[in-house]
């Protein structure tokens, strides 16, 4: 004898495959959407680190910290992305350490 297959439970074990999927490709994207912002947030800190670098250089070299970022972008070479970056630089003295901010461009 038998039995007879229940119709529910083959409709639910049909719709179980295509949710686990979309489940799992949300995870994924998920994810990779994390992974990006924290990117953002690294380069933001290396660009950072990098001007500090970049003025300590500079006072080790001249005695004197750059007064603003246009001497470092053109005597030490500094790159910065201004279309995915903004720093706000303010030099006191000559002899104390800059200020220095970047924030990210939101689009």
Request: aromatic share 10%; glycine share 6%; hydrophobic share 40%.
């Amino acid at each position: 004898m038998k039995r007879r297959k229940n119709g529910w439970a083959s409709v639910a074990r049909g719709l179980l495959w295509p949710a686990a999927a979309a489940a799992a490709l949300l995870c994924f994207a998920t994810a990779v959407d994390s992974l990006d912002s924290g990117r953002g947030q690294e380069d933001m800190r290396q660009l950072e680190e990098t001007l500090r670098r970049s003025c300590v250089a500079c006072y080790a070299a001249e005695g004197v910290y750059p007064t603003n970022l246009d001497y470092l972008k053109e005597h030490y070479g500094l790159q910065i992305d201004e279309e995915h970056y903004t720093v706000h630089y303010i030099a006191f003295a000559e002899n104390l350490m800059p200020d220095i901010t970047v924030l990210e461009n939101k689009p």
